[in-house]
Each structure stands twice: as C-alpha cells, then as structure tokens.
C-alpha cells in the first residue's frame, strides 16, 4: 500500500499502489513519486515537495542485508532530485508492515510538531511540541520507553527543526540507538519544514512478508549469506575492520581528502585506519562486527566507547573519520568520536559537515588539526548561532558566506572521501549523478570490474566515463532492491542470488536485463526532474581546483573533459 | 585608448581600441568585453574575473548629465553577466583622459592593496596597505587631500574588502564627496577581490574630449539642456523633490514594497516621501536641486542634514529610502538617513540591504519598523562577524542561512522598489534582465508610452512583455551613450538631440536604428555570457509569493506566465 500523510490538514490515507509504480521499490520508486507529484521548481521547504520513503523490493525478507531504506524529496542542499539511502531497521519494518512507501506532504503550521506512529493497526500523528529542540538520542529514547523493545525510530534533531541544508535524518539500529543516517541532501530540513519530528514504527503482531516460492526464497537467501560470509571483503575485512578498512587503501592510493582537498595523504592516516579503529574498540571492549540491521551477516558496524569505558558513538565509519578527520587534519579517533556523536545528536550529515569545517578552516576560522575547535564549531550548529546556522548549511553556503573559493561540492554537495583526481571513475560520478557528489551513487574503488575491459587503475583516465555510468547502474539497481551495496561481490559474481530472491518473493522471473531497464528509467526520470529544475551541462563538473592544482603527493589532476563528462549518462538525459 | 592593469603581476598596459569594439560606450562596450575574455564559469572572485569600467560614448563632453560610468564584470551575487552603471564625477573624468574602457585583471596577493592613479601623465599602481579596513569617507578623504580639489575617487569599503555579494563600489560627486555608487552586483567585491582598494582620477591639464563638429554639438547641447529644464520631470518634479517624488506615486499605485513585499501600500508613506524630504532638507539648510555630475541641469540629488545641522547622507534616493524604509516598516527619514550612511561608509548597495534587512526580519532577526535594531544589523556587516557576512551576501544568501521561503530576488539579485504585481512591465523586466532584478535594466514606470499602443496601465497583464523588451532595449542605448536614463523623456520626443550630439563628437551619422541595434547586440552577448554561465529559462522567473499572494490593498497578482517572460527577449536569446 501507499501511504499518504498531509501535515496541512493531518489526514492520513491509504491507497494500492497504481498500476505505474507497481514492481518499483527503495530509489526507483522514491524517484518515481518525487518526479510524479513534486514540481521541479518546488521551494524544497514549502509544502508543495513531499518526503517520501520506500524499502526496497526485498525489504522485511529473511535474506541478509536487505532493510534499507530510501528517503526521496527534492534537496534543499542540491535544489534536485535526491534519494537518501538508510540500513538500521525501520526499512525491514516498513516492508513487514505492508507499507510499499510512505509520503509525507503539506505543512504544519509554523511551531506545530508531530509523530507520525505506524503499527499494524495503521498509521496516526500524535502531537510532539513537547519533543521540539531535543537531540536525536534524547528523543528516539523518550519515543521508544514504553513500547516493544523492537521498536524503530525515524527522527530529525535540532538541525533538521531548524532547517539546516546538512540536516541528517536519523535512523535507529538494531539496538533502538538512532546511529544510522539518511544523511545526505538535507532532507531532515525538509521532514522539519514539514513539522514532523519523528515517525515511530513498531511492527509487533505483524505478519512476515510474503514469499510466493517460500522453498526458493530460503534456499536462496542461505545461499547468498553463505557466499557473503566467503567473500574476502564481507566474509573478513568489513566485519573486522568496518568501512575504516578504506583508511589505509586510499591513503596508499594518494587519494585521502587531507585539509580540504590539498592533499590525498594523511601524515596521521594510520592513527584513523580500520586497523587502529579496531583495535582501540577492543582495547576498551566495544563492538567491532556488528550489525546495523537485523539478519545482516557482514556487520560491518561497531560501537565506540571512550576511554572510561562509555559508549560515545556507534556506526563510526569511514566517511565520517576521513571527512571531519584527515580532510580537517584531525588525526584523533577520540576526538573524531566526539564529533560523530555530536552530528548524530544534532542530527548532522557527517560528510558534509567534514567539508564545512575544512572550508571554515580555509576561511581561517580554525587551524586545521585543531579538533577542539571543530567540536565548538559543531556545538554552534546545534545552538543556532548565525556562525551555526551558516556551517548547517554545508560547504557552498559556508564558503559563499565566508568568500572561499576552494569550495569542494557538486551541485551544491560536499565531496566524499575520496579525492576525484586519484579515483576518476568516483570523480566522474561525483560530477554526473543526479545526486550531486554522492559516494553511494556510483563508487569507483580500486579493484572494480568493468565488464568486457576488466580492472582499471583508479588514476588511469580511459574507460572512467563507462565504469562510472555502469557503476551508476549498478548502483541504482541495489538502492532499489534494498540490498546494501557492500553485498555486490557475491551477486555480481552469480546474478542468479538476486533474481532467485525476487523471483522467490514476487513469483515471476526477473532477469537482469528488466533490472537494469528499471535503473535506467529512474535515471531517466532523475535527470529530467533536474533539468526542469533548472540544472544544465555546467552543473555537471567539478570544482576548477580538481582541474587545475595537482593532488599531491603524486601530482595528479582531474583531466577527464566536460564532453567526456556529458557523455556519461548521454541517452538517458 | 583601452587600459589594462593586471593585479598579479603588477603590470599597466595601454592599446587602441580593437575593430570590433569601436563605436561601443558604456554597458555595450563592458559586456563585450566580460563576454569576450571572461570565461562564463570562472569564479568571480577568482582572478579570471574582470572588471570593467567605461564611460558612455557622449563621456566627458558637455552635454547634461552625460558622465554616467558603467561598470561591469561576472557578478558574484547573480553568477551571471554585469553592468552597474553610476553618475558622479568619474566617468567624465576618464573620458577627457582618453580612457576608453579600464580592464583590471588578475589578483594581488591575499593580504596586499593598491590604489591605482590616473592622471595626464599614465596609470601608476601605489600600495595602500594603510587603507585597509578603511570606511570609504575616510579612504576618499584620505586619497584627496594634497591633490587637485577635482580629484575623482572610485573605491570600496570593508564590505567590498571582505568579498561581500551586496558590497557597492563608491564614486565621488562633484564635491568630491562619496555619496554616488554603482551598487548592484556585487562588483565591489570583484575589486576586493583584485586587491584593489581605490581609483583616483586627476583629470587636472587635460584636453576636453575633441569634437568633430563643435558647432553643431553646441548648438545641439543647448537644446538638450533647454529641452530638460522645459520637461516637468526634469524641468521640475525631479530637481525639487529627486527621485523621491515616487514615493507618493507608486504608493498611491499600490506597488510600494512594504515589509518584505506583504503590501503595496505603507501607511507611513507620507512621511518618507520626496515632499517630506524636500520640506525637511529645506528646514534644516541642507541642499535640493543637487548635481552628482558636473553640467548635469537635471540636479535631482541632495545633501541631507542631521537635526544637529550636520551632514549626514547625500545622494538619499528613492530606493534607499523604499527599501530600507518602507519594506522594513521603516518611516523615518532621520533613521534612513544614518541606514544610508552606513551603507556608503561600509560601500553596501542599499536596495540589497534594503531586501535583505526585511528578510532577516522576517526570519525573526528584527521587528519590522525598529530603525535602531536594523542599525545594528548594518553595523554587523562593517564589523564582519557572522551574522554580518551573512546579511552582506545579501537576501537570497540571508533566506538560505535563515531557511526563509519569501525571499524576493531575481538571479540572487534582491527586488528594486516596485513591486511586480501593480507594475507589471518592471516586473517582466526583473524576471527576464541578464541583469537579475534591477530597475535601470527597463524600468516601466506609470505613463510609459508603447510605441504603436500608447500608455499602459501598469496593472494591466497585456503589453508588459513588449513594453519591457523595448524599455531595456532603450535602457541599454542610455546605458552605452552615456546619458542619464532621465534625460529621455526630451530625447524620445526628439531624437535628433541624441544623434546630433553623437555626430557633433563623432562626425558621422548615427540613426536609431544603429543604436537599436548595437543594444540588441549587446543583450545578446549578456544572454549568451549567462546561458553558459548555467542560466536558464527556470532563472527568468520571480519568487512564487508575487504568483500566488494578493498584494494588498488591491489584491494583485503578477499574472504573466512563464511562457509570455520566455517570449520577452526571444530572438535575442
């Protein structure tokens, strides 16, 4: 069923899913909406955009990996279309509640707040004034007492209240702690604008979801964990190491964003690795190898605590210790927790907040390293200063304010961690996707296959346009499926793991020809709502300094050409 | 002769007009050359920027109120293509020394000022570390003293020194005095950016600027100024009362932007009008009937005193005082007067601030109607603090930082003081001006006669497309001549006062339509210098308020459709 709720005038209706979006789920179908019903020219904090969310298509299904969630609405850090991408648990919940995308429209009136509860006996808004400026962590934990232990949360922090464009929506794990993000966009400014504080989900009583070849799905999914468990990166390294096993790699590769892009290696990169990172977790007796969603078999996810033994945060990945960490020259995993909690508190967008600082620190308002200074920078987002409300609204608007004019976003969006003119096929995507610069987009690591050519070099410039639209693709497919990305390696090695789960959960065949069709239309539909949007050929390029100053320590730079660049995703725009 | 000095490398060009840029003046000349050598996506704070300054083709000679300068460069404010045009005394000045246009290129080391000076004798660049920080009072005051009484200053302020998006550059009057500014765009802060603090012009031992037919540019020069002090409006209503005379006008015509544009009518209009101000400038000994410019008969400025007796503004315009005044609920001359000030001391475009102020009221940063508290908020921007760099980049920079929906600007240009819905061929001209929002871009004031349909009620939807096509085509011919857009009520009456003094400077013959046709040309550049700066159909259009909020009292809209602005400079475009 689709879901509508009106903040306007508070009714709540359900309807079937019409006949256009049926077979669509997670990205394609967030992107079918928003493209459907949200005017491209949209103020993005009006009532006129919609905030949608939509599990994938294997959603609430028993095999690994499969909860997340999409967040779409038009960006009010982008201005275009955006998809947002979660694990944690309420897309596992959503789907077991038969709820094929929730949608969110209207607009309270200014200073109203509300919850939106969801059981199996339906959905209603409860009045949440009481719950306005309060933290994420204070507000899932007063949401959650009472309820079923199992119960998820879905809710802004004081950023997304007041707006902010790096505003983070923020997701609860396996433990009920809102550690996970549907970070990028600033879509948080948008369920604020919308006045709806915190959607709390509990599906107990529910039923699970349907299998149409119960005996396929299962044999299937024991298939795909067992593979997954085989697989070099999610049988070993992700759940030792976490996504910080990146730290090393790329730092190697001379592509780690160290102090706002002027260099791809970090002096202190190996006090911030996946190494050091799990070491010191043990050290303390935290949590490496754990899992942000239930019946996840690679748990790449761990819980932090701080020298006296205290959790201080969880979820504490790669992008976020590279980006407010060696792109801030802050080589503190200590201090870097600090950080991340503070983001998840606020309700923040770690990426672009790295970015914010890093400019903010170009601007002279800090030394770069100097992480005490970075936490008092993040304490003012929360506290709404004017100095607070300019970095909540992430690196262009930061660096508009502040007159700087090495300002690292694509269409308005910060980078992610990896240096463009060290990892091309990344940079390309960073330049073309509809999303603006976005690692789940499309990310070109070392290693990647690009069928019928093979390996590439991630500093070569040949064949980077058609590894970044494959990847694209690709991309789109397991956003739309509900599988997390990282579970690539196994399906891409025997493609009948994903089409034997859908065909045991729908009952009809799919092939991987109808997949990618599905990927390419939401493509399709993404660039043309961009383009109604007002975006052109010159908002697919990256900042003139990847271009022109090259990256030490290997003196590299961006030279893929903008007609190569718009050659990337040609047919589909 | 055109000039070039170049910030980076300290280096003072001169060569003679290139073919293709000869018999160009003013605005045509400028953006011909922004269009021809800066790249549309270069940073306009960057050193690929340029800015331009060129006076008209009747510059420098002794016609009335012909020593308009325009100014022009890639705008940081609207990212597009810019001409801001400004009386006073320097545009003469440069003429008589031969100056066809000033390029200054490249940039200074961070931390470095120049003052450039221009006499007789050639251009010398000198430091001006010692200036600074400097108010522009103080830094014109500074570079006059020991010099020819004559002596022009073109400068910035602190706003212009930070980079600030609303910073204006200041230009002396014909007493020397700073009041006159070409304000819109931002390009003060392209000059700040270049590390150029200041142009000081000596004109002293000049030739004047040579004549090819004396006799007849006298004649005809006599019967221009005959024909200005013979029309009412220049004869009359604007040397009495300047340009404030509108303030009762537009009032009465319900489109006088009232607190962030939520009225057309401010009950307070009475007090802020050009009647008052006349009243009270005669009360207190101050001075109407001023001239910015030496031989202007028009003298629509003045000089404005305190209650004390003291000057406190001059050049205190009828935009200044609408939009720091009524859209901010303001209506208090003596309040406005200290608001104009400021924005002259710090070098801000005051109907950028105007705007801006009103949304930072809006935003809740303010009460509407608190004089004092606007005050302070001016004072931030001189003292650069946070809040201050954010109200310096102007409204739509403020909207953004506070998350506010009505944020009246074009192309990130803040509104002039005529509100779309009741004048709707001014609005046209914001929506669809390479300019952005900007009221000497085609300015359809009531009475404007359509050649072949005769006046419009500036309320009425049909015509307001042709009528704004034919206003900025006309504007642009003013623009580039030289000539002060008052001047052309006799000149449309006679063209032959217009083309007499160009052949008296120039000795061949000008028709209209050369001139017709040299600004179609010139608008055809600008547009297509912003469609590669990224522009787009979706940037010719006003905020959604004015297309669906009545404006009070009348319950007007602005009711021409996207397709009709589309149709506005089709074939040029």
């Known amino acids: 069923m689709i879901w509508r709720v009106n903040l306007t005038t508070g009714t709540i209706t359900q309807e079937p899913v019409p006949p256009e979006w049926q077979g669509l789920g997670g990205r394609a179908l967030t992107s079918a909406i928003v493209a459907a019903e949200v005017p491209p020219l949209a103020d993005p904090l009006g009532p006129a955009n919609k905030l949608v969310f939509a599990p994938g298509l294997l959603g609430g299904t028993t095999a690994s990996s499969s909860g997340r969630l999409s967040v779409g609405g038009k960006s009010p850090l982008t201005g275009g279309i955006k998809e947002s991408n979660v694990g944690g648990s309420p897309g596992a919940k959503l789907a077991r509640l038969g709820i094929t ?20 006996k339906g959905l209603g808004l409860l009045d949440a004034k009481d719950l306005a400026g309060c933290k994420i962590y204070e507000t899932v934990a007063r949401l959650r007492a009472g309820r079923n232990r199992h119960t998820a949360v879905i809710a802004i922090g004081p950023a ?51 299998l149409a070849d119960a005996e396929l799905f299962r044999r299937t999914a024991r298939r795909f964990a067992q593979a997954l468990r085989e697989h070099p990166s999610t049988g070993k390294s992700l759940p030792i190491y976490g996504t910080s096993v990146l730290v090393n790699v790329i730092n190697e590769l001379g592509g780690l964003p160290t102090r706002n892009f002027r260099s791809g290696k970090f002096e202190e990169a190996e006090r911030i690795s996946g190494e050091a990172l799990h070491d010191l977790i043990v050290a303390r007796g935290g949590k490496t190898t754990h899992p942000c969603m239930a019946g996840c078999v690679i748990r790449c996810s761990n819980v932090f605590l701080n020298a006296k033994g205290e959790e201080q945060t969880r979820g504490f990945e790669y992008e976020s210790i590279v980006m407010m960490g060696a792109n801030c020259g802050i080589g503190d995993l200590d201090v870097l927790a600090r950080m991340n909690r503070l983001c998840d508190e606020y309700g923040l967008d770690t990426i672009e907040i790295g970015n914010t600082l890093a400019v903010a620190m170009e601007a002279g308002l800090a030394e770069f390293g100097d992480g005490e200074k970075a936490i008092a920078l993040i304490k003012e987002i929360g506290a709404g200063t004017p100095l607070g409300r300019i970095l909540g609204h992430g690196a262009a608007v930061t660096g508009r304010v502040f007159s700087v004019s090495r300002v690292p976003v694509v269409k308005g969006q910060g980078l992610p961690a990896y240096d463009p003119r060290a990892l091309k096929g990344t940079g390309v995507t960073f330049a073309t996707s509809p999303m603006g610069a976005d690692h789940t987009a499309g990310n070109a690591l070392p290693g ?59 009952g009809r065949e799919f092939s991987m020809d109808d997949l990618w069709a599905m990927s390419r239309e939401t493509l399709r539909r993404e660039l043309a709502f961009n383009r109604a949007a007002g975006f052109g050929p010159q908002d697919d390029r990256l900042p003139d300094f990847f271009l022109t100053e090259p990256l030490p320590p290997y003196g590299l730079i961006f030279d893929i050409s903008e007609d190569e660049l718009q050659e990337t995703l040609a047919g589909l725009g």
Chains 1, 2 share one sequence.
């Not at 949608?103 to 199996?120: M, N, R, Y």
């Not at 007041?162 to 948008?190: C, E, F, N, Q, W």
């Not at 639209?469 to 509900?482: K, M, P, T, W």
Request: hydrophobic share 45%.
């Open 101 to 120: 995308a929730l949608i969110i429209e209207g607009q309270a009136a200014k200073g109203q707040w509300f919850v939106l509860e969801v059981t199996p």
């Open 160 to 210: 997304g209240e007041m707006r902010l464009s790096a505003a983070a929506i923020g997701v609860t794990d396996i433990d009920g702690i809102p550690a996970r993000h549907a970070a990028r966009g600033g879509l948080a400014a948008v369920m604020g604008a919308k006045g709806l504080k915190a959607i709390v989900i509990d599906d107990a009583g529910s039923e699970p979801v349907p």
């Open 448 to 506: 990647t296959v690009l069928p019928g050519v093979g390996k590439l070099d991630t500093k070569q410039r040949e064949h980077q346009v058609e590894l970044s639209r494959y990847l694209q693709e690709l991309a789109l497919i397991f956003d739309s499926v509900g599988l997390c990305w990282f579970t690539r390696g196994p399906i891409l090695a025997d493609n009948s793991l994903l089409l034997d789960l859908l065909k045991g959960r729908f």
